[in-house]
């Protein structure tokens, strides 16, 4: 069973990077033709799709994020990253990440808070 | 970029009873669409995809319909675990998936 856990920072001042980290268990994050996802959540919000990486290094970004957002991978270290610069209030959400299968987000990890202020 | 209008906002049903969900959208995405439920302080849980297919362990009470532009996510015979926010989201639009804003359900 794969399960993934994201990891980083809770509190980002504005103007900043935010940086998070997802650890995938269960499987190797090379395994399978899979994309790795990241999606957020405002809170009381609905759910906003960030980006996607393949193991192979290619990505794709929400146009209303893609000069900000980098999304990296470490097959090694079976993790996958998020950047997201210039942080505003606006970016203060529950960030999920997420098995991609080009289709559905099939497993997720529980999230993690990040709040950005001063 | 394709917008999710999802109907109602929320929508009160007592235990027992069938709830109908709606899903808009604003141009055809055939049947490249799922169906996700989230309870309070949980990840969201893939329900349904391709419109229709149940994912695995999902129970038989979850059927989803439509293609093209409106789609339906109906719970037969609701118990108390299905009370949640259910999102629609479309793949149609690859690489860009965009979701529904989401109907509540809840507990008439």
């Known amino acids: 069973q794969v399960q993934l856990q994201e990891s980083g920072p809770g509190l980002v001042k504005p103007s900043q990077t935010l940086s998070l980290t997802c650890t995938v268990s269960?499987?190797?994050?090379?395994?399978?033709?899979?994309?790795w996802s990241w999606i957020r959540q405002p809170a009381g919000k609905g759910l906003e799709w960030i980006g996607r990486?393949?193991?192979?290094?290619?990505?794709n970004y929400n146009p209303s994020l893609k000069s900000r957002v980098t999304i990296s991978v470490d097959t090694s270290k079976n993790q996958f990253s998020l950047k997201l610069s210039s942080v505003t209030a606006a970016d203060t959400a529950v960030y999920y990440c997420?098995?991609?299968?080009?289709?559905?987000?099939?497993?997720w990890g529980q999230g993690t808070l990040v709040t950005v202020s001063s | 970029e394709i917008v999710m209008t999802q109907s109602p906002a929320t929508l009160s049903v007592s235990p027992g009873e069938r709830a109908t969900l709606s899903c808009r959208a604003s141009?055809?995405?055939?049947?490249?669409l799922a169906w996700y439920q989230q309870k309070p302080g949980q990840a969201p849980r893939l329900l349904i995809y391709?419109?229709?297919t149940r994912a695995t362990g999902i129970p038989a009470r979850f059927s989803g319909s439509g293609s093209g532009t409106e789609f339906t996510l109906t719970i037969s015979s609701l118990q108390s675990e299905d009370f949640a926010v259910y999102y629609c989201?479309?793949?149609?639009?690859?690489?860009?998936?965009?979701f529904g804003q989401g109907t509540k359900l809840e507990i008439k």
């Open positions: 269960g499987g190797s994050i090379s395994s399978g033709s899979y994309y």
């Open positions: 391709g419109a229709s």
């Open positions: 989201q479309q793949y149609n639009n690859w690489p860009l998936y965009t």
């Open positions: 997420a098995r991609d299968s080009g289709v559905i987000l099939d497993y």
């Open positions: 990486i393949y193991t192979s290094g290619s990505t």
């Open positions: 141009q055809s995405v055939s049947s490249n």
